[in-house]
């Protein structure tokens, strides 16, 4: 873990795809998928035959994965990363020649609550924050299963509030995730209301896993399919973040079981052939019916997280879309005005 240093492309014309009309909040999004994420497939179902099979291999898994992190994956030479403390956790600020102070994206990682991925996080969020005008803070929350639950989301809630400490508008803040990071950010906002605490604008959730138990329907219909993720690699990681099958049903393990009345804007988008799909559509239905502002898009053949490969055209159409969401519920204009 960082120690703390000081306070805190255009898409192919085969891509150019349409949305079905919605009845409410779900879209599917109607593509022929790229070569590049039909390559992408076929190199991960090779890379990720790997599985985890006991918690005592995380850690020398976790270093391997930070070494492919530090070799394949390179920021923009104008990305600018400043590390902080924020509240007591290690965080890093991240900025483009755009960011303005006023706008914030607080990025939650993924990675199972016990990897990391810093470079390829910073390069999404990077993307993010050039096409927002925004700067980003990405906390280094600790991981499992040195640090089990609560760990990770006591720090999450810590550096959401120190930002607020800072006086910060939360009406000019968003919240992201990917992953085990969507599963924070929903945490942290339902930590945040149950507080009184004021509310980000919105949320954009990706790829989100929202529900410990691991019983959505797409865990077994997708399971082999899925070209990275794996059911047995997810219920050792799992023993490795909560040492308790009683808490698999606690809102702030899984805030699938969260009251979502009164929670901001949500944005999710989710792989139709993932393992979680199922959680960002059972997540989206659970919003709509408590009266958020929700949006829902699955999209084909893509793998899990695929906004983080900057070369697949599909994540620059992905992007796009987040970029309009966010931009209706914050009031942002075009990063270059």
């Given at each position: 873990?960082?120690?703390?240093?000081?306070?805190?492309?255009?898409?192919?014309?085969?891509?150019?795809?349409?949305?079905?009309?919605?009845?409410?909040?779900?879209?599917?999004?109607?593509?022929?998928?790229?070569?590049?994420?039909?390559?992408?497939?076929?190199?991960?179902?090779?890379?990720?035959?790997?599985?985890?099979?006991?918690?005592?291999?995380?850690?020398?898994?976790?270093?391997?994965?930070?070494?492919?992190?530090?070799?394949?994956?390179?920021?923009?030479?104008?990305?600018?990363?400043?590390?902080?403390?924020?509240?007591?956790?290690?965080?890093?600020?991240?900025?483009?020649?755009?960011?303005?102070?006023?706008?914030?994206?607080?990025?939650?990682?993924?990675?199972?609550?016990?990897?990391?991925?810093?470079?390829?996080?910073?390069?999404?969020?990077?993307?993010?924050?050039?096409?927002?005008?925004?700067?980003?803070?990405?906390?280094?929350?600790?991981?499992?299963?040195?640090?089990?639950?609560?760990?990770?989301?006591?720090?999450?809630?810590?550096?959401?509030?120190?930002?607020?400490?800072?006086?910060?508008?939360?009406?000019?803040?968003?919240?992201?995730?990917?992953?085990?990071g969507g599963n924070l950010a929903l945490v942290t906002i339902h930590r945040a209301k149950a507080a009184g605490e004021p509310l980000p604008a919105c949320a954009v959730l990706l790829s989100p896993a929202?529900?410990?138990?691991?019983?959505?329907?797409?865990?077994?219909?997708?399971?082999?399919?899925?070209?990275?993720?794996?059911?047995?690699?997810?219920?050792?990681?799992?023993?490795?973040?909560?040492?308790?099958?009683?808490?698999?049903?606690?809102?702030?393990?899984?805030?699938?079981?969260?009251?979502?009345?009164?929670?901001?804007?949500?944005?999710?988008?989710?792989?139709?052939?993932?393992?979680?799909?199922?959680?960002?559509?059972?997540?989206?239905?659970?919003?709509?019916?408590?009266?958020?502002?929700?949006?829902?898009?699955?999209?084909?053949?893509?793998?899990?997280?695929?906004?983080?490969?900057?070369?697949?055209?599909?994540?620059?159409?992905?992007?796009?879309?987040?970029?309009?969401?966010?931009?209706?519920?914050?009031?942002?204009?075009?990063?270059?005005?």
């Amino acid at each position: 873990s960082r120690a703390p240093s000081r306070a805190c492309g255009q898409p192919r014309k085969e891509l150019a795809c349409s949305m079905d009309k919605p009845t409410d909040y779900r879209r599917t999004i109607e593509l022929r998928p790229s070569w590049q994420t039909r390559a992408l497939n076929a190199l991960l179902r090779l890379t990720t035959r790997r599985q985890v099979a006991h918690e005592s291999e995380v850690v020398s898994l976790r270093r391997d994965y930070e070494e492919i992190d530090s070799r394949y994956f390179k920021l923009a030479s104008d990305v600018r990363r400043m590390p902080v403390d924020c509240g007591g956790v290690a965080a890093e600020w991240l900025t483009v020649p755009s960011s303005r102070d006023e706008r914030v994206i607080l990025y939650l990682h993924g990675g199972s609550f016990a990897f990391r991925f810093p470079n390829a996080h910073a390069g999404l969020v990077s993307r993010l924050c050039r096409h927002l005008g925004a700067r980003a803070l990405i906390p280094d929350y600790r991981l499992a299963p040195e640090e089990p639950f609560p760990a990770a989301p006591d720090d999450c809630h810590r550096v959401y509030r120190a930002l607020l400490a800072q006086r910060l508008d939360p009406r000019s803040m968003v919240i992201a995730g990917d992953s085990a990071g969507g599963n924070l950010a929903l945490v942290t906002i339902h930590r945040a209301k149950a507080a009184g605490e004021p509310l980000p604008a919105c949320a954009v959730l990706l790829s989100p896993a929202l529900d410990c138990t691991l019983t959505s329907p797409s865990m077994a219909d997708y399971d082999g399919k899925d070209p990275m993720l794996h059911l047995r690699t997810l219920l050792v990681l799992r023993r490795c973040y909560v040492q308790s099958p009683q808490q698999y049903i606690n809102p702030e393990v899984s805030p699938m079981f969260a009251d979502f009345h009164g929670f901001p804007p949500l944005f999710l988008q989710a792989g139709n052939n993932e393992l979680l799909r199922d959680e960002a559509v059972r997540a989206a239905e659970k919003a709509h019916a408590a009266d958020v502002d929700v949006e829902l898009e699955l999209w084909p053949e893509v793998p899990h997280a695929f906004q983080i490969a900057q070369f697949l055209p599909e994540a620059s159409l992905a992007i796009d879309h987040i970029t309009r969401f966010v931009r209706r519920r914050t009031g942002w204009s075009d990063a270059g005005e």
